[in-house]
């Protein structure tokens, strides 16, 4: 069974601070980390993540910088910050709420 895309896309941000909370990473690793997670139940293109990489960096909640890897190539690594961190909790503690509604009126309707 696939996941509705708009599911997904709701949860990227959430899923990104969270790869990202473990160890900072460049973003095709970013995007197989997650993929890996998903079990084929959907898959990241690169590109998919990117816009909102840019967009999470302005907001405070990544950083990033350029390092070299050990084959010679420039990859730009994103970092959680502090402020990335407390958005990832809260995010989590949303998501969290918002499982709970739908299991308890699952329950209810007998789905």
Do not use: C, D
């Not at 896309?9 to 990104?16: D, H, K």
């Not at 990202?20 to 998919?48: D, H, P």
């Not at 990489?53 to 910050?81: D, P, Q, V």
């Amino acid at each position: 069974m696939n996941v509705n895309k708009e599911l997904v896309g709701a949860s990227t941000s959430v899923l990104l601070l969270k790869v990202l909370s473990r160890q900072s990473n460049y973003g095709y690793e970013i995007v197989r980390s997650v993929n890996e997670l998903a079990g084929n139940v959907y898959s990241w293109q690169e590109g998919t993540i990117y816009p909102v990489l840019r967009k999470m960096e302005k907001e405070g909640l990544l950083t990033s910088s350029w390092e070299t890897a050990e084959n010679g190539r420039e990859r730009k690594y994103y970092h959680i910050t502090v402020k990335g961190r407390e958005a990832l909790r809260e995010a989590t503690a949303e998501w969290w709420k918002f499982y709970t509604i739908v299991m308890k009126t699952a329950e209810a309707t007998g789905a």
